[in-house]
């Protein structure tokens, strides 16, 4: 049975459910229907994760032998780089390696609103942020799977430039995964924000097998997909950052930017920007 041949590690609230989606819409690349397998952190993570072993790892991936890459995505391999890279070096040991990034602020932000739309927390942000701020730093874990798998299997995009200028940011991003360049249309999915009606999310998202049934009759691969549509129509915009935050956490992160910049050669201009504030 089949592994796959390159793996989308992070960073969490960088777009990873967008990119998950449009490499699904490759001829030449095959993503696993389970985004965040997590398999090779599964047991370094408190939730209940849905593959358990290898074998099932592997069934996901089962006949696509045909495909030229085979892919999945897990953000927590990047939250757990020391760990988790030299597992999948273990198994798969030419995989690529592909990490999207997004400001840090901005990251975390949208990870706090994130929490707030799926009802986890109820604390303000300046709260979530002092807790949860050293999440975001992760210039070393970029830089233990350039150690562990060589600068040439290891990508580093920002979303940023996808935002300004997509069918640049495909080409780069086809061109090291070695396939085909066409063209892609994009839309944002899984954005974060507070959410419309609790019941919608209570009931009809997360609610009793029987009013998710109708659901079933989806293909698997584009299940997921129309979930996070459903819960972006019952999302409301984030309201803007309080100014005063935004800055002291630009400061905080700005040794961890400059990391990444040496790590990449470049940052995107908006990042090069607020770091000089």
């Known amino acids: ?36 397998t997590n398999f090779f952190s ?25 495909y030229k890459l085979r892919g999945e995505v897990s953000n927590s391999y990047l939250t757990f780089a020391k760990v988790v890279a030299p597992r999948i070096k273990e198994k798969i ?23 707030v739309r799926d009802q986890y927390i109820k604390e303000t942000f300046s709260e979530f942020s002092k807790s949860f701020k050293e999440t975001e730093l992760i210039s070393d874990k970029i830089q233990i799977y350039i150690d562990t798998f060589g ?15 997509s069918d640049i940011f495909f080409q780069s991003l086809f061109s090291f995964l070695d396939v085909e360049k066409i063209s892609i249309s994009s839309s944002r999915l899984n954005k974060s924000g507070s959410t419309k009606w609790k019941f919608f ?19 698997t691969k584009y299940r997921a997909n129309f979930r996070e549509y459903i819960k972006m129509l019952n999302t409301v915009s984030k309201p803007k950052i309080d100014k005063n935050i935004e800055e002291d956490l630009s400061i ?26």
Request: charge should be positive.
């Open 42 to 66: 599964n047991d370094l993570m408190t939730r209940n994760n849905p593959i358990k072993n290898l074998e099932q790892y592997k069934l996901l991936f089962n006949d696509k032998g045909g």
């Open 201 to 219: 999310n209570d009931y009809i998202l997360n609610g009793p097998a029987i009013v998710r049934l109708p659901a079933k009759i989806l293909p």
């Open 252 to 277: 905080f992160y700005k040794n961890d930017i400059n990391k990444i910049k040496d790590i990449t050669g470049r940052l995107p201009s908006s990042w090069i920007d607020r770091n000089l504030k």
């Open 151 to 165: 600068k040439s299997k290891v990508r580093v995009v920002f979303l940023e430039d996808f935002e300004k200028k």
């Open 1 to 36: 049975m089949l592994l796959p041949n390159f793996i989308v590690v992070g960073a969490a609230k960088s777009g990873t459910t967008s990119l998950w989606h449009y490499l699904m819409s490759h001829p030449e690349i095959f993503m696993s229907s389970i985004k965040e």
């Open 93 to 115: 040991p030419e995989c690529l390696i592909l990490i999207i990034l997004r400001h840090p602020v901005d990251r975390l932000y949208s990870r706090y609103w994130h929490a």
